[in-house]
């Protein structure tokens, strides 16, 4: 059967439009977002265990692209899990949890992720409540910024090309 064909007029050639993705990198910003899906995983050395957060896009120019956040709540370096201690507690006060039990009740939740773009790869930086409150970033660790050397040019970003 040529379903494709009949609607088209003639055959589709995907080499004629830009594949769309949902996990492309978006630009740095402040992007409201539902959890879809919270659930705890162990760790591929299985000496620990992560909260893994996938989040939607609800609102604007990238709704329905999806952001990804792992917390390291059981791990042997005592500062991941003070990092991952303090990002959970943005995402608590974000949503208005006082006291979380179960990844269940970060399932739907809806907050504002602060992304960052590091590596070609989109990071969240800290988590706000949807009326606007700003909740402190989880500690970093400093970085050194490289800059380009003479006669190189400057890397741009997927959506700058």
């Not at 070609?120 to 930086?125: A, E, G, L, Q």
């Not at 800290?126 to 009326?131: E, I, N």
């Not at 006669?151 to 700058?160: A, D, I, L, T, V």
Request: proline letters at 5%.
């Amino acid at each position: 059967m040529s379903d494709i064909s009949e609607i088209f007029g003639n055959d589709f050639d995907h080499n004629e439009y830009e594949p769309t993705t949902d996990f492309a990198v978006i630009p740095p910003g402040k992007y409201k977002v539902q959890v879809d899906e919270a659930s705890v995983q162990q760790t591929r050395s299985g000496t620990g265990h992560y909260i893994k957060l996938n989040m939607k896009v609800i609102e604007g120019e990238h709704k329905g692209m999806h952001l990804f956040d792992n917390l390291n709540i059981d791990n042997p370096s005592t500062q991941t899990v003070e990092i991952a201690k303090r990002t959970l507690s943005a995402i608590c006060k974000a949503l208005h949890i006082e006291r979380c039990k179960d990844t269940a009740q970060l399932q739907d939740g809806v907050m504002i992720a602060h992304v960052k773009v590091k590596d070609d790869r989109n990071k969240i930086r800290t988590y706000s409540a949807v009326s606007g409150e700003l909740v402190a970033a989880p500690a970093q660790q400093p970085q050194t910024e490289e800059k380009p050397s003479e006669g190189s040019q400057e890397r741009k970003m997927p959506w700058q090309r």
